[in-house]
């Protein structure tokens, strides 16, 4: 017996703010980088290596919790997932020097390694192939909301209660949420847990059958020159503003909600018309292609936030580049359940997503490095801007026409 929507959509509903809360836990303490800076007495580079620690973890973490969510199946997989992340960012809350506060960002980065790979796995079990695209859309855009809550939240938490406050209160949230997940998921079997035989073939760490297909490398030479932009983002534009325009605090909250709301619209647009492409007629390879570079084509003006005075023109170029790299990823997560088997979906995303975040442990690493040798953020947005057109070259240089496999549907249907 397939889910009924109402079922279907409460699920779907808490994926959505499993990973608003993964997005917030994260960006606290971009957002309060000056506050926590002062207190602790951090340098840029120290940022950027704390910053490349959390991708650093992430990453590795990844090469595991695709095959950890394969095993256990989007049932178990999401609460276990939001209640260590969770953990993790409660332990930030005592953290005093620098090897404490490097320690609870590896334990964070690990761990919220598992959101990723659950989200996709579980919007691919519950929905048919034809509302995939607006399910990832969806999910990409209500993620958003994390990095637009933040900056208007967390600032005021921090000013009323301290620093440390807020990663108490985004901890508590999430073990909110696992009692909730299991509430809701009483009676239902998603069916998509790996079964004794397929445990057998396929229990592979090394991910050996998936590193030989040229998919695979496609989906992860895109996340490493996507991702990278989307990191340098969202760790360093509050310092961006900081720096180009004195903002902090509570001043930060209103252009960087501004700029994740891009982020939000992209997802959503990027959701909405693929599925209404897709039911035109529009084959795959032409659909996910025309929309990748339909973004990244939103991304070329980044250099041009550097240029002006006025900061509201800076926000309005990066809210543009951020729509332009979630509709990016929307495709690019829509192209993973188009042409990847369902027993395989968590372990191809997760490794994408270990190549994104190598990307992104690197862009961290080096904009600190670059910004403690004074050279500013030209040279970091000159990259940014081309980032996803190279991207998109790459997947195309691999996968000339992306096709389901055999002709096989993505993900089944999940049932209970």
Same mark, same amino acid.
């Given at each position: 017996? *397939? ?13 959505? *703010? ?21 207190? $602790? ?31 256990? @199946?989007?049932?178990?997989? /999401?609460?276990?997932?939001? #209640? ?55 999910? /990409?855009?209500?993620? !958003? ?31 909110? &949420? ?57 760790? &360093? ?47 795959? /390879? ?8 339909? !973004? ?7 250099? $041009? ?25 929307? !495709? ?29 442990? *690197?862009? #961290? ?8 040798? @004074? ?11 081309? !980032? ?13 026409? $992306? ?14």
């Amino acid at each position: 017996m *397939t889910l009924s929507p109402r079922r279907r959509w409460l699920l779907f509903t808490l994926v959505l *703010t499993a990973s608003i809360l993964n997005l917030v836990d994260r960006q606290i303490v971009a957002v309060l980088k000056p506050i926590i800076s002062a207190d $602790l007495d951090w340098s840029d580079n120290d940022y950027g290596t704390f910053a490349a620690a959390f991708q650093g973890a992430a990453a590795f973490a990844f090469l595991i919790t695709g095959w950890i969510v394969d095993r256990l @199946g989007a049932k178990w997989a /999401n609460p276990i997932g939001v #209640a260590a992340w969770s953990l993790a960012a409660l332990l930030h809350g005592w953290a005093q020097g620098f090897v404490q506060f490097f320690l609870c960002r590896v334990a964070l980065g690990a761990t919220e390694a598992m959101g990723t790979p659950s989200g996709v796995k579980t919007i691919a079990a519950i929905f048919p192939a034809e509302l995939r695209s607006t399910g990832f859309g969806l999910s /990409n855009a209500v993620g !958003s909301v994390g990095a637009i809550v933040t900056p208007l939240i967390i600032p005021v938490v921090a000013s009323v209660w301290g620093w440390r406050a807020a990663f108490i209160l985004a901890a508590a949230v999430g073990f909110l &949420w696992v009692l909730l997940w299991l509430l809701a998921t009483r009676g239902i079997h998603f069916g998509d847990a790996a079964g004794r035989a397929t445990a057998i073939e396929d229990d592979l760490p090394d991910y050996g059958p998936i590193l030989r297909e040229r998919r695979t490398w496609a989906i992860a030479g895109g996340k490493v020159l996507s991702d990278a932009t989307w990191w340098l983002m969202l760790f &360093w534009m509050p310092d961006f503003f900081y720096r180009q325009f004195g903002l902090s605090g509570t001043a930060l909250g209103p252009p960087l909600a501004i700029a994740y709301s891009g982020a939000a619209l992209g997802s959503l647009v990027a959701g909405i018309l693929s599925s209404a492409l897709m039911a035109r007629g529009w084959p795959e /390879n032409r659909l996910r292609k025309t929309m990748m570079l339909g !973004s990244a084509l939103c991304v070329l003006p980044v250099p $041009l936030a550097l240029s002006g005075g006025d900061y509201w023109l800076s926000v309005g170029i990066l809210t543009l580049a951020l729509a332009g790299h979630q509709g990016f990823s929307t !495709s690019l997560f829509g192209t993973i359940a188009d042409i990847v088997p369902a027993r395989k979906v968590g372990r191809v995303t997760s490794f994408g997503a270990f190549c994104g975040n190598l990307g992104g442990m *690197t862009i #961290a690493k080096v904009a600190g490095l670059v910004l403690a040798a @004074g050279m500013g953020y030209a040279p970091l947005f000159a990259f940014a801007a081309v !980032s996803y057109l190279l991207a998109l070259g790459w997947i195309h240089l691999l996968i000339p026409r $992306l096709e389901r496999v055999d002709g096989e549907p993505a993900a089944a249907v999940a049932r209970h």
